[in-house]
């Protein structure tokens, strides 16, 4: 294997077989396929990709490349724009990639499917999905790790979310080890995104997805072209360098490709219960499992008191509620719906829901500690304070939806059937269901193209 990181990550990506993956990786990755089509079908209708369709002009058929729950088309690079804003609209992606792997890497790679003159198989598709989740988390866990990393106020969706497209897309493709080691280099030049939207509640968290999805891809299409990216992106002490410049230097640039081939990444991705940012899911699954044990309703609930590291009361400790965005990354908000509606989904990220009469009362009562004692990856503390004066404390190591706490099948299915029947009707739900959970079967995965518009 070449001593050059960026070289030898090449390496092992194009000499990874699908059978290289064990079944139950492969079962898990079609589930986590349906899970973002359901999320990006259904953002579709969202106010950020009306926007981003309006601003593009999309009107028609003008490419290969199907706009996902809409009965248009476009080229590559813009489905693979526009599907990736769409996948992560409704914070209902998955999370533990890079970090939403989901909404970057399967918009471009399906975006890809329509730009290529011979059929490409179900298996071959699963292949290209899995290499992206893999090179995306390696980049991150080289740079440093979620905390590290996004703690410097890069947002790692993407920031590495480019680099797990470049991989797909270039598995797709075909490209040989010289040109995969220059897309990975390009995909550098593709790379960005910072938690400013945090501070205002601003729609611009949705478009790295989408820059990620579509960097990845171009980045991929001009190795296919003979284009060269840098060859020493992965070289920490060089000048430049994705890790010098990303990660002030602390990662361990070993890790993009140390055991490489042994527990496949996605195997730790997570999918969400709830319609919020994932740093506020613990503390849901908390407050939920005390209101059952102990046989409490809304109303004897005197106070909630939430301990919580620094990292994670600066991603999520806000109670300013002004827009969607706002309530998706707020735990408080978080812990009063799930009060007051007994559900945190996506009619409660809603106007109406943050908004209503009760909810500010409800929020009075919760109060947010930043406990200095807990590292950035902690989950959060939640104590319960009765009307009788009872305290219930409980965290939750593992939320619900995790690879320690997974969903049943059922239920990864049925909450991909409420979201796509939002937008197609449900002859077409089903058969898109039907034909990604036979995915490694199907003979031409392009099929998908049709199915989702």
Known sequence: MSDNLTQALAELVCSTSH??????????????????????????????TNAVVAMLDIKAQTGHAAIWGRPIASDARTAAFVNGVSAHAYELDDSGGCDHSGAV???????????????????????????GYEVGRRVLEAVGGYEEHNGLGWHSTGTCGSFGAAAAVGSIVNLD????????????????????????????????????AEGGLMAAYLA???????????????????????????????????????????????IKPHATCRGTHAGIDALDIMLQRHGLKPDDIAAIEVDISGFQYGMCGGKIIESRAQAQMSLPYALAARLRYGKV??????????????????????TVRIDPSMKDEDEPAITIVTTSGERHQLVVEFPLGGPQNPLSDERVIGKYAALAGMVLPASRVNALSDFVLDLENQTDASSLLALLQ
């Open 19 to 48: 059978e290289a993956f064990p079944p139950e990786t492969i079962h898990k990755a079609k589930l986590h396929i349906l899970d973002t089509l359901g999320a990006a079908i259904a953002g579709s209708a969202s106010r950020e």
């Open 105 to 131: 890497v399967l918009p471009a790679v399906v975006a890809a499917l329509g730009d290529r003159s011979q059929p490409v198989s179900g298996s071959e598709l699963l292949r290209s999905v899995l290499l």
């Open 177 to 212: 080890v010289n040109a995969m080691a220059s897309a990975l280099g390009s995909a550098c030049s593709f790379a960005g995104g910072t938690w400013a939207f945090i501070h205002n509640g601003s729609s611009t968290k949705k478009l790295h997805a989408g820059r990620a």
């Open 224 to 270: 296919r072209q003979g284009f060269e990216g840098p060859d020493s992106v992965f070289e920490v002490e060089r000048w430049g360098s994705f890790f010098a410049t990303f990660g002030a230097g602390k990662g361990d640039p070993q890790a993009l490709i140390r055991d490489f081939g042994h527990n496949w990444r996605l195997n730790r991705c997570s």
């Open 345 to 366: 989904f996506l009619a409660e990220l809603e106007e109406a829901a943050w908004s209503a009469v009760g909810i500010g009362p409800l929020m009075d009562r919760i």
